[in-house]
């Protein structure tokens, strides 16, 4: 697995991939795509990182403790999401009525809790897919 | 009975349907435990298809709406928002299969049910 | 009516508390009173909430304050409150009992995770007893097969592994039939809000029937296969005996009513009472359920293992539950909706007394029981009460639940069925009292070891002492349920939106 | 001996379904009854309710926001579920 010129490949390919991703994650609401699959990009960037370079050096990259972090902050963070709704008087997950600032139409901030929520959605979605393939991978 | 155009128009439920009998039938008699696990998938994706071409209408375009907002004609969205649900649950189902077929193939040695059963065997008698 | 949160308030808490639980080190002095603190507050907000209820009537909840066709909506009637609050109050007995007793079976490190499992089986259970949404019904019920599956994998031996992974696929092919079926009635009536199918359903039911009737069969097998009836319920006896004694008391006692539960639901809120008469889909019910009955506790009687005969009559307890939806009469849902009830906590007792005891005792083989009465006084007590009333001797609901059965039965003029019911009663009492009779009136081999009170902890006799209680107090005065699902029946009889 | 058997049933079954698809809403035209008032109002709504231009992400974070909570909750019983059957804690590190 350590050929050098995947390693170095990888070396090249490896931010344009992630770039994309946050872009798909960041664009969720403008253009087709979202919290699912910008999510699923970045974590197939990961593997991809993992392949080339052993799972020990990526979990110095990704340490197992900050993806488990993700995972329950991003569970948190959208409960959070869902009480600001509650806070203000509306029901449990409520976007424009619990007073979510939509900004204007067809812009990058817009959409209030629905950016919000897909970014969550896209980081945690990335983390579920590096534990799990690491766990996998770890086994053998 | 089944006139050719019957068929032709709606092709996308009788995809659907056959792919779901294909995984039932994988499931049901596979004696490999990994093909189990592919025959589920299979009638998992067959059921987001005949979910998906639900919502599908003819001649209309993706439920984005562009910039100039030209009234143009879209597919049904409801549809297409589940099965990202569905997807993910398919994933994860998937995932926690095959990590339970390591441990027994770890255990067992083999993934063949017949080798698993009687070895069972062997090792109780 | 949204000033009331209660519902999400319960679900949220058990959620957060699931997703912190690894956080926390297992030896640290807060990991017992954080579980037990999360569910006796869930169940004092389930208490509260079955008292909004009960005063002023079943409310609907609409998340993020859209209309009830275009959003997620919940609905809570009394049944479903006082389902709610039966729930929390086992699982939060059952996870009393189980903080000693699952260090049998898992490693120290690990019971973290197992907690996790549990707390995200009951949140998902809640769910879907609550939900008024068909997509929604199918979000919680993946969370609950996955975590079932979980749960009985966690103790990583060989027979627990294949029994989960049987499990999972089986439960998978549920599922899956079931999103075809609701897909099914997506296509045709366009709503996925059970009232607003139920409405549609009515007027479009003379266009599709066809579709109706196949996406009603896919919605019925699955829930069969995931609920156990007797033909699809070959994952049940292998899934309910290898697992640890907690996981299998709430598979069994909770996890196949909510199916039978969510089935209850379906046919009635949303497929409606008259067009299930006009297809007689209930008549196919009650002969699956009365064979199922029957076969549960004839599979049962041959078996050995303690945990497995529980299984198989867990089979055939279930049989009763559809044999009172196929009843589909005001009488026959009593009896259903009350046996739900009754079962879950009389299985809980059951299996929680045999994991006493193979926990302090280490006896799983059913002829070895001679003689523990005198060991395990409390724990065999609490044993006998649940098994006569399964068996149906007056004042433990067991007997309730069959003396509505056979009243429905009796009020749709087929008296069969009551001799089914007392052919499964007899088989009961075969396969139940020589337990109860060797534990307390035959002389033990291991006379030596005589010890006059339990000595098992103190969290594990608490739950018994509980449960057995709660066996008998709801078997006396059966009105406190019956009261309720007689309020609640409207909703489900003559639905309309 | 199961394989014919459980061959012929699926069979059966497929025809079945195939046969009864005539009845069913043919695919792909605008009149069929799940293109009902519920996806009209998603579309022509959903520029003024939330302010996106995908519907989509309209409909699985803001109006159905719920499943995607959901959603996330399967993905995180996935990891416990895995990590507990895989996971090699220090219990099994010490007996290798």
Known sequence: MDDLIVKTITKLVVPFIQLYGIFVILHGHLSPGGGFAGGAIIGASLILFTLAFGVNHTNKVVPPSVTEKIETGGIIWYALLGFVGIAVGTSFLSNKIAGFPLGNYGSVISGGLISLATIGIGLKVASTMITLFHRIIEED | ?125 | MISNHLPVYILILLLISAVTTPAIKPSSKKFRPKLVGTLTIASLLALTMFIVVWTNGPFYYNFGNWDSVIGIEFFVDEYTSLFVLAVLLISLLIIIFSLEDILHDIPKEKTPHYYTLMLLMVFSMLGMIMTNDLFNLYVFMEILSLTSCGVISIKRNKANIMASFKYLMLGTIGSVSILLGIAMLYMVTGHLNMGATSQTISSVWQMYPRNILISLSFILTGLGLKAAIFPLHVWLPDAHSAAPTPSSAILSGIVIKIYAFSMIKILFRVIGIDIIKAISINEYLTYFAVISIVMGSVFAIGQKDIKRLLAYSSVSQIGYVFLGIGIATEMGLVAGMYHIIAHAMMKSTLFLSAGAVIYRTGIRKVNEFDGLGYELPLTLGAFSIAALGMIGIPGVNGFMSKWYLGLAAFEIGKPIFIIFILISSFLNAVYFLPIVISAFLKESNRREQIMIRDDIPFTMKAPLVVLGAACIVTGLFPNIIVNVIQRALPTFMTFVF | MKKPFVLVVLTVLLFILISSLNEMPSLGDRVNPSYNEVAEYYISNAKEDTNTMNIIAAIITDYRAFDTLGETTVLFTSITAVVSVLGFSMFEKKEK
Request: aromatic share 10%; no cysteine; charged share 15%.
């Open chain 2, 1 to 125: 009975m089944a006139n050719l155009d019957m068929i032709l128009d709606n092709i996308n439920y009788i995809g659907a349907f056959t792919l779901f009998i294909i995984g039932l039938y994988t499931v049901l008699t596979h004696s490999n435990l990994l093909k189990r696990v592919i025959g589920v998938n299979i009638m998992e994706t067959a059921v987001f298809l005949f979910f998906v071409s639900i919502g599908y209408i003819k001649g209309a375009s993706a439920p984005i709406l562009d910039q100039i907002t030209g009234e143009s004609f879209y597919v049904n969205p409801l549809p297409s928002a589940m099965i990202l649900t569905g997807i993910v649950v398919a994933v994860s189902i998937t995932a926690y299969g095959l990590s339970l077929l390591i441990n027994l193939y770890k255990e067992y040695g083999t993934l063949e049910l017949d080798e698993i059963i009687s070895k069972e065997e062997k090792a109780n008698d």
